[in-house]
């Protein structure tokens, strides 16, 4: 999936309210009726139709009418969403074209308002090629199941939350910038390669040493990263004279980056999954470049013991560290919902940081939460007797009883004996016999006849 940006600069506050009030309706509908949009849209029906027309063209939503007509959020919509709010923030000014492709996000090159060259990731969960995100990721936690956005939005706020940590911790990570929804902005590395990109190394010792220092570092502070290949290692090349590309190799700076499978050192599959990273690096080493790793780091001797030291000398858990503002940004991240006011609806296209800030507020209060009553005719009140959920019951109740009435016409219209029919059709004689203007017409018309025929008679005579 591309990301167009060209599309943003022509879309109107009407449409970025639709677009919120998806995000919103998704709560607890997979495909969101267009009353419950108009409702917390706060727009007419006539607009609220225009502006989903609007964005079905720009492909920023999706419509279904298979169950009932609803519409959901596409990843280009929630791409807008995500950089509207960054670009008020002012952590970028525009976006690049794409340098990177994953199995679950995509990289794009960007620019904040001093010019200086950034990267922004955007998650992008349930692809072909990896589907097994509930298995492999704990990003559900304790919850039975949710969306691909909504694991993408937990993705993304996890791994900003260790990024954030580790490099105030000091490890060689990107400099974090700031993250909305899925979309993570970062420091480009610009002079730094993938090891996986690299195919000759003049000095391989030297950065296999590096490369298992900085995963022991990393746990020896309480963490596994998880994912310890080459395809998560920038290396930069420290050369003797920095203008002179075949001076010497003097040494290499390793930096890390992704972090989908970062978890604690008090974990039980702690060991297995370090034990696992370092046979990624020798295993690398060995293949492409030849050396081969004499002695490797030991979780037990090497890591267990240096952690347990400085969390009871120097009170250090980067664990429990990462942990709390994690879960302080989960807790942000997928606070429920709880309905926009129109009144509130303006103060969305100033640039909040997402909509749960607002809509915390509105949980203290439910009676400021605007609800939704759906008469038999389809018109939306603003009713204190109803709320989301029950007008889902009876939107659904009404579903049954439409389906119900479609079987009982098919049945009326194909009848399966000969009684049946005979009946139908005294039924529908007798319909027509009761219709006073078809009568008065037929009669009109037979004395039109007999006029006509008298008069051409009495000329013949």
């Known amino acids: 999936m591309r990301l167009d940006c060209e599309i943003f600069r022509y879309l109107s506050k009407e449409d970025l309210r639709v677009l919120q009030a998806l995000e919103v309706g998704h709560k607890n509908h997979e495909l969101v009726p267009l009353q419950l949009v108009e409702s917390i849209a706060g727009l007419k029906r006539g607009g609220c139709f225009k502006t989903l027309q609007n964005l079905l063209k720009h492909k920023l939503v ?11 959020l596409t990843y280009n919509g929630y791409d807008f969403l995500a950089l509207r709010t960054l670009m008020s923030r002012g952590n970028i000014a525009g976006v690049g074209q794409r340098v990177g492709v994953g199995k679950e996000s995509d990289i794009h090159v960007c620019t904040d308002d001093e010019g200086r060259q950034l990267v922004i990731k955007f998650h992008r969960l349930g692809r072909v090629s990896f589907k097994t995100v509930k298995e492999n990721r704990d990003y559900l936690q304790h919850r039975q199941s949710a969306s691909w956005m ?4 937990l ?8 990024l954030t940590e580790l490099y ?10 700031g993250s909305n929804r899925h979309a993570i902005v970062m420091e480009y590395l610009d002079d ?27 746990a020896q502070s309480g963490v596994i990263h998880g994912d310890f290949n080459e395809f998560n290692l920038l290396i930069r090349t420290v050369r003797v004279n920095p203008l002179d590309e075949s001076s010497e190799v003097e040494d290499y700076e390793v930096y890390v980056i992704d972090f989908p499978q970062v978890l604690s050192v008090e974990n039980p599959d702690a060991k297995r999954i370090f034990e696992r990273d370092v046979e990624c690096i020798a295993t690398y080493f060995a293949k492409n470049h030849k050396y081969m790793v004499d002695t490797v780091p030991s979780f037990e001797e090497d890591v267990l013991p240096v952690y347990r030291a400085k969390t009871k000398v120097e009170g250090i858990n980067l664990a429990s560290v990462i942990t709390e503002g994690e879960d302080k940004l989960l807790m942000d991240s997928c606070a429920a919902f709880a309905g926009l006011d129109q009144e509130e609806c ?23 939460s605007p609800t939704v009553d ?37 049945q009326r219209r194909k009848p399966q004996d000969k009684d049946v029919r005979a009946k139908v059709n005294r039924q529908l004689r007798s319909k027509n016999k009761a219709k006073p203007n078809v009568q008065k017409s037929r009669e009109a018309r037979q004395n039109q006849r007999e006029i006509k025929e008298n008069s051409s008679i009495g000329s013949w005579l």
């Open 346 to 368: 303006p103060d969305l296209t100033e640039g909040d940081d997402t909509l749960e800030d607002l809509l915390a507020g509105l949980e203290a209060d439910p009676k400021s």
């Open 168 to 177: 105030n911790a000091g490890f060689p990570v990107p400099e974090p910038v």
């Open 374 to 410: 759906v008469d038999g005719e389809g018109a939306v009140s603003d009713g204190p007797e109803s709320t989301a959920s029950e007008w889902e019951d009876r939107e659904e109740k009404r579903r049954v009883i439409k389906s119900q009435n479609h079987v009982l016409r098919k």
């Open 192 to 218: 730094a390669t993938p090891m996986c990109q690299i195919r000759k190394l003049e000095k391989p010792e030297i950065l296999l040493e590096r490369c298992m220092s900085l995963l022991l570092s990393i």
């Open 62 to 72: 999706a419509h279904d009418g298979k169950t009932y007509d609803g519409y959901k």
């Open 155 to 162: 993705a993304a706020a996890k791994e900003y939350a260790y």
């Open 150 to 153: 909504y694991l993408a939005r």
